[in-house]
Structures are given as structure tokens and as C-alpha cells.
């Protein structure tokens, strides 16, 4: 019985409710929808789900951070965090992406997708956050306990339309909300930020689908230029925003959680890698991975595949453990290939079978960045 609760919570939390919405907002080239059939699918993939490395075995690689150790630098640097949520440091200002620092992805903390690892560093040892930006309001990328502690320690949160009003609910001064729909942009302390689209929906009970925005963000600094995905399917919106603002220097590209049953809204891995072309990216760094239990895939699967995608493909791959700083202009002037820190935990057996992590090329249509 609770296997067969938790398949259906995963269903429930991966497409949506499966009841016909009041739609708000909708996206650029699909019309995504779930029902009760496509429920009962993926209810029972998980049911019969028999992965022994779902979870790590032991502890992952982490690099442990402090206040002084982030505000001792003015370098443009990104560091993982876990899961999505990330901080940039660029032009001296700290942006802080999809903050999620609580035990469980869920809306109660007794149940639901368990992180692997704490965060590197606790909310109460980050520095001042000139904005934090939301993608959208999934349980995995909007944390309302991290909200309310950060709420005091932040200048500016950036969100989707209609996110903002979450933030209200749970004490944020309104004054400090900024709310973007799809190609505005706001500017804090100089820093440039762009909501550009993604191919997602949102909703955080079984009544409020899709009544909220969903986005990826453009980051603008002096010198370097970078994307958030947040979530999103694979479509033809990264090569347009890749037109209007890249190249980038960074991209951080969602690679994890993905399945065919929901590729539309999660992209497979080299859906992920095409999406970094078509921005025009020089970096990739592979985010949506590492942190929860959301898919049917290993949990070191999404890194595997992505990393043998970028090798065969000429990508520039960073792969860094959580709480390790990038810099990015290092990154993109080294020659030294992604990390591969991951490989220590995957069984022998795994390691030698490298074609269950394939294609490692990229269909010609994708490749050219066709649709």
C-alpha cells in the first residue's frame, strides 16, 4: 500500500492533476495536459520500479562553504547547491536560483522524494542575496521554508506572474516582488535579468494548475552572460532566446527526472545537450540532478549520459560536486574535461556499460537545431 501511495504521489507530482484545469497560462508550442490515463501509466512504471541504485549507497563528494569563503572573491562564479537551486556570484552580486533547502520535495516534511545530501551551506551562512529568482512553483524549486527564512537576507525576488503571490501568503514584503511575464526583464544593482520561456506548468495542489507562469531566466552581467532552464521540455524557444541574448557563457541546462512518458515537459539528455547548442553556449553545467529521487532512472544516469553526450559532441561539460566554486572564466578557457566524480559510486557493471547512457550523437535534426 505505501509503494502504491508513492507511485501515485510521483505521478501526481510529474504531471500535474489529472483533472481538466482552468488554464491561466499555457505553453508556446504544445498543449500540455494530463489525465487520468496517463496517471494510471506512470502510477504503475513506478510501481514496478526495481532500480537498486535509485539513491546513493554512501555519501556523495560535497565541498563545504562559508560566508567568508563566497564574499573573500568578486570573481563571476557559479556554485551547486543541490537539486536546481544555485548561486551565481556576477559582478560582485549574488543571485540565488530555485532555493530549496528543506528535508523533502513535498508539502509535508513526514513524507514524499527525500534529498541525498544537506545543502553545502545553511541559509543562515549565505551572504546578503541581491535577488533571488524563481522558476516556477513546484515543490523541487520553490520552498516555502526556505522562502521565510531568506526573506529577510534578500533585496529583490524575481519570479514568473503570479508566483509572487506564494511569497506573500508566507510574509514576504510585497515591495521586495518582482514579477515578470515572458520576455520582461528587471535590473538589480546592475545585474540583468530576462524572463524568457519555457515548456513546462505549474501548480502546487490538485485545484491550481497552470495558474501561475513558469520560466528560464537570461542573467546579464558586465562580463559574462548566463542561462537558468529551470524546467522544461525540449522545443524551439532555446534557439530564439539563444538568437536574442547568447551567446552565454554559462548555460545551466535541466538534465534529470526525465522519462519518455513525460518528455514533453522534461527533457531527455539529449534534448538537454541540444538546448545548450542552440542557446549558444560555451559551459554547460548540468543541473535537476544529484539531489531527489524523481525519475526511473540511477541517480548518477543523468551525469553519465550528459557527460558522454558532451564528449562525443565537442561540448564543454562542468561537473563540479556541490558547494564547489566555478569560475567561469576559467571555465571557459579550460581544456581540462568534466569530473567525473560520480563514477567512484556506480557499480563495476555499470561502469563498462557505457551504451545504456547513448545516443552518444546527436540526431542530425537536432544537431542543425531543427524542431
Known sequence: MIKLLGAVIMAILLTGCATEPTKTFENSEIKYSSDLGQLWQIAKAFWNDDRKYATPKEAIPMAKLTTEMLTSSHEDAVFKLGHSSVLLRIDGEFILFDPVFS???????????????????????LPHITAVVISHDHYDHLDKNAIKQLASKVDRFITPLKVGQHLTDWGVDSQKIIELDWWQQTNVKGVNVVATPSQHFSGRTLTDRDETLWASWVIQGWENKVFFSGDSGYFSGFKTIGEKFGPFDVTLIETGAYNKLWS????????????????????????????????????????????????????????????????????????????????????????????????????????????
Request: hydrophobic share 40%; charged share 20%; aromatic share 10%.
Open 264 to 371: 514533453e515537459i522534461h527533457m531527455m539528455p539529449e534534448q538537454s545537450l541540444q538546448a545548450h547548442i542552440d542557446l549558444n553556449g560555451k559551459v554547460m553545467i548540468p543541473i535537476h540532478n544529484g539531489t531527489f529521487d524523481l525519475s526511473l532512472h540511477d541517480w548518477f544516469a543523468p551525469l553519465e549520459s550528459i557527460f558522454q553526450l558532451a564528449s562525443d559532441n565537442d561540448v564543454r561539460l562542468a561537473t563540479p560536486i556541490f558547494g564547489e566554486a566555478l569560475l567561469i572564466n576559467n571555465a571557459k578557457t579550460s581544456k581540462q574535461p568534466a569530473t567525473t566524480w560520480w563514477r567512484k559510486f556506480m557499480p563495476i557493471d555499470e561502469q563498462s556499460a557505457t551504451s545504456d547512457y547513448g545516443p552518444k550523437k546527436l540526431t542530425p535534426s537536432l544537431s542543425s537545431g531543427g524542431e
Open 103 to 125: 528535508e523533502r520535495a513535498f508539502p509535508v516534511q513526514w513524507m514524499g522524494p527525500k534529498r541525498f545530501h544537506q545543502a553545502p551551506i545553511s541559509i543562515d551562512d
